[in-house]
């Protein structure tokens, strides 16, 4: 089964910092993709960053400069450390793992976060 599990979401204020952190299981994590996405009601979730299996990462642009992917394969969990926090970024925020080779991709529930003073 595969599952993955976010936490680290919670309350911030403006320029404050959190880090989320995805734990996942039953997929072999190392040639999986992971991605963090955010979604806020009436807004397509989007992207705000990946990092490769090879490590590469890549930020949205909204987020570029403040938040930092980054993946440890050894406790199989992806981060993201997120700084100069803003309203805007309020959110629930969703764990991603997609394989090389396949169109398969994964899901965690999600873990809300808001920023607010």
């Known amino acids: 089964q595969v599952q993955l599990v976010e936490s680290g979401g919670g309350l911030a204020q403006p320029g404050g910092s959190l880090r989320l952190s995805c734990a996942a299981s039953?997929?072999?994590?190392?040639?999986?993709?992971m991605g963090w996405y955010r979604q806020t009601p009436g807004k397509q979730r989007e992207l705000v960053a990946v990092?490769?299996?090879?490590?590469?990462?890549y930020h949205a642009n909204a987020v570029k400069g403040r938040f930092t992917i980054s993946r440890s394969n050894a406790e199989n969990t992806v981060y993201l450390q997120m700084n100069s926090l803003k309203p805007e970024d309020t959110a629930i925020y969703y764990c991603?793992?997609?394989?090389?080779?396949?169109?398969?991709?994964?899901w965690g529930q999600g873990t809300q976060v808001t920023v607010s003073s």
């Open positions: 991603n793992a997609k394989p090389l080779l396949l169109q398969n991709e994964y």
């Open positions: 039953g997929i072999i994590f190392d040639y999986y993709n």
């Open positions: 990092i490769y299996s090879g490590g590469t990462t």
